[in-house]
């Protein structure tokens, strides 16, 4: 099944300092959405990005998509202790049935 | 609004054993999903119902039964619980497939 992929693994930075999560996908897709997971918690929602745009702020998020390579990024500025969590990113097939598929994660840690 | 709600938080059984996860939420979303999230696999979708008296399978449906009782729950039923199972479950809820999906807060499932 379409899966998308993140990039690194794990991250650990200091507070303050930028971080920046890669997402590779397989196929066509029709949006890209990330999600942050805290420790113990459920998912929530990020940001959405259809396949027609390129870039998207919210806050001190910043998502790109790149559909001809089939990836994307998201940036956190001036990060914070509160940032610590697993962030994912979810992928719909085009022609598909809009389920998203999520990848295996990020793991951001923030250092006060 | 309490969102998405599920119960219980936190089961243990014993191989063979039965049980049911409830999911309620009280957004009217019209789709409902069941994933399951192990250790370095990201989250994987059991069954989803797209809309109120519908059901289909998703990637890791062997051993699982949903229910969609009614729009506002979906229950995910271990007919006869394996080791395999263990696993966090996690039940989320959009307005319709393809956009932003809302997440309970788990439930820990452990068979022993």
């Known amino acids: 099944s379409q899966q998308g992929e993140e990039d690194p693994q794990a991250l650990s930075i200091q507070e303050g300092e930028n971080a920046t999560m890669n997402c590779s996908y397989k196929?066509?897709?029709?949006?890209l959405q990330w999600y942050r997971q805290n420790s113990g918690r459920g998912l929530v929602h990020l940001i959405l990005?259809?396949?027609?745009?390129r870039e998207k702020h919210s806050g001190r998020l910043r998502v790109t998509l790149d559909t001809s390579k089939k990836s994307s990024s998201l940036l956190i500025t001036a990060s914070r202790a509160a940032d610590t969590a697993s962030y994912f990113c979810?992928?719909?097939?085009?022609?598909?049935?809009?389920?998203?598929?999520f990848g295996r994660g990020t793991s951001l840690i923030v250092h006060p | 609004n309490a969102g998405v709600t599920q119960t219980p938080k936190f089961q243990v059984l014993k191989t063979g054993q039965s049980m049911t996860l409830q999911c309620a939420q009280d957004?009217?979303?019209?789709?409902m999903y069941w994933y399951r999230q192990d250790p370095g696999m990201g989250l994987r979708l059991i069954y989803y119902?797209?809309?109120?008296?519908?059901?289909d399978k998703g990637e890791v449906p062997n051993g699982y039964n949903v229910s969609r009782l009614n729009k506002r729950e979906f229950s995910l039923r271990l007919e006869s619980a394996a080791p395999s199972q263990t696993s966090v479950y996690f039940c989320?809820?959009?307005?319709?497939?393809?956009?932003?999906?809302?997440f309970g807060p788990g439930t820990r499932l452990t068979v022993l």
């Open positions: 989320a809820s959009s307005e319709a497939q393809g956009s932003t999906q809302y």
């Open positions: 196929t066509s897709i029709n949006n």
């Open positions: 990005i259809r396949s027609n745009e």
């Open positions: 979810a992928t719909d097939l085009s022609g598909g049935s809009y389920i998203p598929t």
């Open positions: 957004m009217n979303h019209n789709s």
């Open positions: 119902s797209a809309s109120e008296g519908t059901t």
